[in-house]
C-alpha cells in the first residue's frame, strides 16, 4: 500500500501562505531545496488543488531561466516528468502540462483506489484538499516544514473537522530557521 504524505511550508500561526496568497516568507535556500528534492525523488504521484497547482507550474519552464542555481534545476528535472493529478472544477484541460491528469470527481475514493496500487509514495499539496483527505483518515504522514514566521492570516495549514492523531517520528533542523517534522498517523 502506498503512503499518502501532505508536507507543506507553514508558519508559527498556521498558515501555508500569505493573506495576499504569497509564499515569498518561506527562505527557500540551498540546503532546504535539496531535502525538497530528495522528497520528490521519493514520489510516484502528486496531487494538487487548484491554487497549488498554478504555483507549482512554474516548475515546467524554471530550467530554461537564466541564473538558476543547481539545486533548482535538479527540482525542476525531478518534478517535470513526475506524475500529477490536479483536483479541480474551475480549471480545464488547457491548463495541464505533460504528466498532468485533471480531476473532477470523488477523490476521497480515488485517492483510496491508487493508494493500492504498487508504486512510489503519493504526495498532497494544498491545504483545503489535505484536509478533505486527512478528514477521510487517508493522510499517512503529515509533514510541515515550521517557518519562524507569523503572518497573521492567508490559508490555513488544515482545516480537517475529523479528530486524528499523529505521532512525531522524525525532526530535522535547517540553518535557515525552519524545522522539518515528520509525523505519522496513529491507527
Not at 535556500?29 to 535539496?34: S, V
Not at 504526495?123 to 487517508?138: F, H, I, Q, R, Y
Request: with cysteine; glycine share 8%.
Amino acid at each position: 500500500m502506498r503512503k499518502l504524505i501532505y508536507s507543506i511550508a507553514v508558519s508559527l500561526d498556521g498558515y501555508i501562505n500569505d493573506s495576499q496568497g504569497s509564499l515569498r516568507w518561506v527562505p527557500v535556500d540551498e540546503q532546504y531545496h535539496r531535502f525538497a528534492n530528495a522528497q520528490q525523488a521519493e514520489t510516484g504521484l502528486s496531487l494538487y488543488g487548484t491554487r497549488m497547482w498554478q504555483t507549482m507550474r512554474y516548475w515546467d519552464t524554471a530550467e530554461t531561466e537564466p541564473g538558476q542555481p543547481d539545486f533548482a534545476i535538479d527540482f525542476a528535472r525531478l518534478w517535470k516528468p513526475a506524475e500529477k493529478l490536479v483536483v479541480s472544477h474551475s480549471l480545464s484541460e488547457a491548463d495541464m502540462l505533460a504528466g498532468a491528469r485533471l480531476f473532477g470527481g470523488d477523490i476521497v475514493e480515488e485517492v483510496r483506489r491508487l493508494k493500492q496500487q504498487p508504486g512510489k509514495q503519493i504526495t498532497v499539496s494544498g491545504a483545503t484538499l489535505a484536509s478533505t483527505l486527512v478528514d477521510a483518515g487517508l493522510v499517512d504522514e503529515i509533514q510541515p516544514f515550521i517557518v519562524p514566521a507569523v503572518l497573521g492570516g492567508g490559508t490555513p495549514f488544515l482545516s480537517a473537522s475529523s479528530a486524528s492523531r499523529y505521532q512525531l517520528v522524525d525532526s530535522r533542523r535547517f540553518a535557515n530557521g525552519m524545522t522539518f517534522l515528520r509525523c505519522a498517523r496513529v491507527a
